[in-house]
Each structure stands twice: as C-alpha cells, then as structure tokens.
C-alpha cells in the first residue's frame, strides 16, 4: 500500500493548484467526484443493525470553473451505521486530501440516506501549506453498495472490498489571505 501511496501524492500535486492559485477571501467553488475502495471490520450493534468501521482511499477529481481536470489522493476513516431490515444508512468521518508534500486539506462528512444513497454534508476544516485556513463546504452525496455487501456477514467480519462513490456538486470554499 505504502508503494501505491508515493506515485499517487506526486501525481496529487496537481489539485486544486489552479483553484488555490487565483484563490482570494472571495468564495469559490467547484465540483468533485472521488471513486473510492475500502476495508474495514463489521459489528453486529442490535437485532437488524450493523455497524461498519472502514478505511477508505480513494483519487479526488476535480472539475473547476474552466473545466480543468485535477487529481488528489483522499483517505477517509469512517463509520457507518446499516439497518438490515429498513435499509437505513447514516455515516460520519474524516479525508485527509492529500495535494502534495506540505499542502493538505482537512475534511469532516455526515450523512443519511438508504440502500441506495446517503445524503449529507462536506465540510473543509481546515488545511496546512497553500491551503492554510480553509473553509468550505458541499452538499455530499455517497453512492455504495454496502448494504447488500453486510446483509449475511457475521458479526468481527472484516470486509476489504467495498467500493462506492462520492460526489460533491458544488464545493463552495474559500482561503484567507489568497
């Protein structure tokens, strides 16, 4: 993993280094898709309800107003809450968005939904190197089909092939001092 991760945080230098570079105390915004893959442990919590507590990684693309095409690596420990019997979901956790060495970007997420989409929030916290400061946020919407991956698993199971996809259709953000 640790080879995958060097070739992905060179080639993530490109994020966002056009968004940030005309970046003002003005908002901005842009729209960002990040297919991911994750693992983690599955926890029977009650009767019909699962809890799963996962690791996802995952490549953001970036679309800007002048329809570039940036790239960052994003990592994202989660936990997810699954009802087996309403198909209820709600998630909540925290990316890491890798840009390069030194220029990071903080985000915390929430979200609820059902077997098929889960509805939330995006929030940028905050952001070290070039993207000190930071603040910004989206509506979130996670596609995945981890209800029907957890529906005849085993409470202590690990799962290490779950997939799925975010997007983020209009992340509004902004950096003091740019």
Not at 24 to 36: F, G, M, V, W
Not at 68 to 91: H, M, W, Y
Not at 138 to 148: N, Y
Request: charged share 15%; hydrophobic share 45%; with cysteine.
């Amino acid at each position: 993993m640790q080879t995958l991760l060097l070739p992905l945080r060179a080639v993530a230098g490109l994020i966002l280094l056009g968004v940030a570079m005309g970046a003002n105390a003005e908002k901005n915004s842009l729209s960002a898709t990040i297919p991911y893959q994750g693992e983690g442990r599955v926890f029977q919590v009650a009767p019909d309800t699962m809890l799963f507590m996962a690791d996802f990684e995952g490549i953001m693309y970036v679309e800007t107003a002048e329809g570039e095409l940036d790239q960052a690596f994003v990592r994202c420990p989660a936990i997810q809450k699954v009802n087996l019997k309403t198909k209820a979901l709600s998630g909540h956790g925290y990316c890491v968005i890798a840009v390069s060495e030194g220029n990071t970007v903080y985000a915390e997420w929430t979200c609820e939904g059902n077997a098929t989409v889960c509805r939330g929030e995006f929030t940028l916290t905050a952001g070290t190197g070039k993207f000190d400061g930071i603040k910004g946020s989206s509506e979130l919407l996670v596609r995945s089909p981890l209800h029907a991956l957890l529906a005849d698993m085993a409470s202590g199971s690990i799962v290490t092939a779950e997939a799925g996809l975010v997007v983020l259709p209009k992340l509004t953000y902004e950096i003091p001092n740019r």
